[in-house]
T-cell receptor, first 116, second 118 residues
């Protein structure tokens, strides 16, 4: 049972336009959400996060929106650049568990291609 | 920023042999590290949580005798794939959380290690 779902495996966007990547979750215990960017054969890189007490967090060209009632979050990239082409993973956490560990549940990722 | 290094980045081994992958936090201490596995076109799957000085906690379905984890210091965790078989071929990624950081939700990931078992 997939608790974090990214239903679009791929997305193509023209350079300069907005990229919108979507993520849905089913576990109502999740209270922290993160987006990671991953290039082939590399580990993921943290992009932006949002706590469940907020509905929006912005960092430069990246904005994450959270709709708790719909259990949905999205990542907006404006303007999109060719260097943004990568796989984007949505991840969720139910906060601390055990002795301060921090576990993430990942979606399958969405491959973003920004066309020059 | 914080750096996590994995070694080796790529390894090929014969079926039946054991392979050790190292994960180091280079500029911070990590009491907890995580090991993930990624199959092509799949999400990162958490295999186990590695705790410094104690036994690792394995996720359901992960064989602890096959995937040995040792977290002997605050900056090093190792994953040993014992008696590797072709189905163990995958991309293994570790992550670490700065022990002194507040709850920001950020984990720092290694570069990943691609294991190919012939």
């Amino acid at each position: 049972d997939q608790q974090v779902k990214q239903n679009s495996p791929s997305l193509s966007v023209q350079e300069g336009r907005i990229s919108i990547l979507n993520c849905d979750y089913t576990n109502s215990m999740f209270d922290y959400f993160l987006w990671y960017k991953k290039y082939p054969a590399e580990g993921p890189t943290f992009l932006i996060s949002i706590s469940s007490i907020k509905d929006k967090n912005e960092d430069g060209r990246f904005t994450v929106f959270l709709n708790k009632s719909a259990k949905h979050l999205s990542l907006h990239i404006v303007p999109s650049q060719p260097g943004d082409s990568a796989v984007y993973f949505c991840a969720a956490s139910a906060g601390y568990s055990g002795a301060g560990s921090y576990q993430l549940t990942f979606g399958k990722g969405t491959k973003l291609s920004v066309i020059p | 920023g914080a750096v996590v290094s994995q070694h080796p980045s790529w390894v090929i081994c014969k079926s039946g042999t054991s392979v050790k992958i190292e994960c180091r936090s280079l500029d911070f201490q990590a009491t907890t590290m995580f090991w993930y596995r990624q199959f092509p076109k799949q999400s990162l799957m958490l295999m186990a949580t590695s705790n410094e000085g104690s036994k690792a906690t394995y996720e359901q379905g992960v064989e602890k005798d096959k995937f040995l984890i040792n977290h002997a210091s605050l900056t090093l965790s190792t994953l040993t794939v014992t008696s590797a078989h072709p189905e163990d071929s995958s991309f293994y990624i570790c992550s670490a959380r700065d022990s002194l950081a507040t709850h920001t939700g950020e984990l720092f990931f290694g570069e990943g290690s691609r294991l190919t078992v012939l």
